[in-house]
């Protein structure tokens, strides 16, 4: 990791800016959180096409739980293909720690793109970027059981099929949940003394749920999705620009503009591959977190057995009308603990809102080269 940052003092919340300037005191004594306001001029919208071109699809077995390795144009009818990018330098060695990217609800790997366009060059070396079964350019098939679990086995597959030894992995919004699980195997395959596989070095998870009891999402949202009204919402949000344009507004402040382009770009990216219908039949994973996994999936368990070996990082937003509740309770559950907090300003989509400043984040606690 980032030498000379390590993890702030008990009962702190981090106050570090991305100019690295320090809060004033009362942040530090967590009278307020930071709230980080610097802003960089942004780079040209990226096109959803731009975003998937340098990618591939490759072969998934749910099965097997592996990529499966064939032939060109030798695909087999009814394969699952999902899609990935990866981001190397074929000259640096196999040892490195990558940083994994696991894409948001609902608009997938894509909402990573303005993110990755602010990384500062080889800085962030080698980079995975993931697509579940059912986003972005990856397949999307309706008779699926999609869940958490069945995305961490993706995750994993992935890992092994690059040779990745060891990363850090970055995550937004419903990802929070399968790095959990992730974790959740490591502290498994940790305490049975069996090889883990990829070992994850440190997460950042933003906007995410960390604690089932803290979940908030309006009813107009996430639970209307899932009932029998979501699939008749979503099969409009995919015909019509103008109702899913009504559905992904309340994801964005209102101090945020929207513009004509970049909600075109992400509502290409949503609906590639009749991808809507995967809004309303994966959208239980707030349900799943509440009535299966409330234990497995809790993060002050979690960062209490794990945080001598992996590095622990929060962002939320201060507008964030869907998960406003889990920074609140990370900070009382652990903030006398150590755990890195951080706030950016506007609505959930900070990936959209924020790119330049979340980057800045990114670089400051993800691996660093000199490191490697």
């Given at each position: 990791m980032k030498a000379g940052l390590g993890?702030?003092?008990?009962?702190?919340?981090?106050?570090?800016?991305?100019?690295?300037?320090?809060a004033p005191n009362d942040c530090a004594r967590g009278h307020e959180w930071p709230i980080l306001k610097e802003v960089t001029k942004m780079k040209d919208q990226i096109t959803a096409e731009e975003w998937f071109s340098p990618g591939t699809r490759v072969i998934y077995d749910p099965v097997t739980k592996n990529i499966v390795e064939r032939a060109e144009n030798a695909d087999v009818a009814g394969e699952l293909h999902v899609w990935k990018r990866v981001e190397r330098d074929a000259a640096r060695n196999n040892q490195e720690s990558w940083t994994t990217f696991l894409p948001g609800f609902p608009d997938g790997s894509f909402g990573w793109a303005k993110v990755d366009q602010q990384l500062s060059g080889n800085s962030m070396m080698p980079k995975l970027y993931v697509e579940y079964v059912g986003q972005g350019d990856s397949d999307k098939p309706s008779g699926y059981s999609y869940g958490t679990m069945e995305r961490a086995d993706l995750v994993e597959a992935l890992w092994e099929a690059e040779g990745i030894q060891s990363t850090f992995v970055v995550t937004f919004d419903y990802s929070s949940l399968v790095v959990l699980e992730l974790l959740s195997r490591q502290e498994e395959r940790l305490n049975l003394g069996i090889d883990s596989g990829t070992k994850i070095e440190g997460v950042l998870m933003a906007n995410g749920g960390y604690f089932a009891d803290a979940h908030s999402h309006p009813l107009m949202t996430t639970p209307a999705l899932r009932s029998p009204l979501g699939g008749i919402v979503t099969w409009f949000g995919q015909r019509s620009r103008f109702i899913s344009r009504q559905l992904l507004k309340s994801m964005f402040s209102k101090e945020y503009r929207l513009t004509s382009a970049e909600f075109n770009e992400i509502y290409n990216a949503i609906s590639r591959r009749n991808g809507f219908s995967f809004v309303s039949r994966a959208a239980g994973f707030v349900a799943e977190h509440r009535a299966k996994y409330g234990e497995r999936w809790d993060l002050r368990r979690l960062y209490l057995a794990l945080r001598e070996s992996v590095s622990f990082h929060i962002v939320g937003s201060e507008g964030d009308i869907f998960e406003p509740n889990q920074v609140i309770k990370a900070r009382e559950r652990l903030g006398d603990q150590g755990?890195?907090?951080?706030?950016?300003?506007?609505?959930?989509?900070?990936?959209?809102?924020?790119?330049d400043q979340f980057a800045r984040i990114i670089e400051e606690v993800g691996p660093s080269i000199a490191a490697v």
């Amino acid at each position: 990791m980032k030498a000379g940052l390590g993890t702030p003092p008990p009962g702190r919340v981090s106050s570090r800016r991305v100019n690295e300037l320090d809060a004033p005191n009362d942040c530090a004594r967590g009278h307020e959180w930071p709230i980080l306001k610097e802003v960089t001029k942004m780079k040209d919208q990226i096109t959803a096409e731009e975003w998937f071109s340098p990618g591939t699809r490759v072969i998934y077995d749910p099965v097997t739980k592996n990529i499966v390795e064939r032939a060109e144009n030798a695909d087999v009818a009814g394969e699952l293909h999902v899609w990935k990018r990866v981001e190397r330098d074929a000259a640096r060695n196999n040892q490195e720690s990558w940083t994994t990217f696991l894409p948001g609800f609902p608009d997938g790997s894509f909402g990573w793109a303005k993110v990755d366009q602010q990384l500062s060059g080889n800085s962030m070396m080698p980079k995975l970027y993931v697509e579940y079964v059912g986003q972005g350019d990856s397949d999307k098939p309706s008779g699926y059981s999609y869940g958490t679990m069945e995305r961490a086995d993706l995750v994993e597959a992935l890992w092994e099929a690059e040779g990745i030894q060891s990363t850090f992995v970055v995550t937004f919004d419903y990802s929070s949940l399968v790095v959990l699980e992730l974790l959740s195997r490591q502290e498994e395959r940790l305490n049975l003394g069996i090889d883990s596989g990829t070992k994850i070095e440190g997460v950042l998870m933003a906007n995410g749920g960390y604690f089932a009891d803290a979940h908030s999402h309006p009813l107009m949202t996430t639970p209307a999705l899932r009932s029998p009204l979501g699939g008749i919402v979503t099969w409009f949000g995919q015909r019509s620009r103008f109702i899913s344009r009504q559905l992904l507004k309340s994801m964005f402040s209102k101090e945020y503009r929207l513009t004509s382009a970049e909600f075109n770009e992400i509502y290409n990216a949503i609906s590639r591959r009749n991808g809507f219908s995967f809004v309303s039949r994966a959208a239980g994973f707030v349900a799943e977190h509440r009535a299966k996994y409330g234990e497995r999936w809790d993060l002050r368990r979690l960062y209490l057995a794990l945080r001598e070996s992996v590095s622990f990082h929060i962002v939320g937003s201060e507008g964030d009308i869907f998960e406003p509740n889990q920074v609140i309770k990370a900070r009382e559950r652990l903030g006398d603990q150590g755990l890195d907090i951080r706030m950016l300003p506007g609505g959930h989509m900070i990936t959209s809102e924020q790119p330049d400043q979340f980057a800045r984040i990114i670089e400051e606690v993800g691996p660093s080269i000199a490191a490697v």
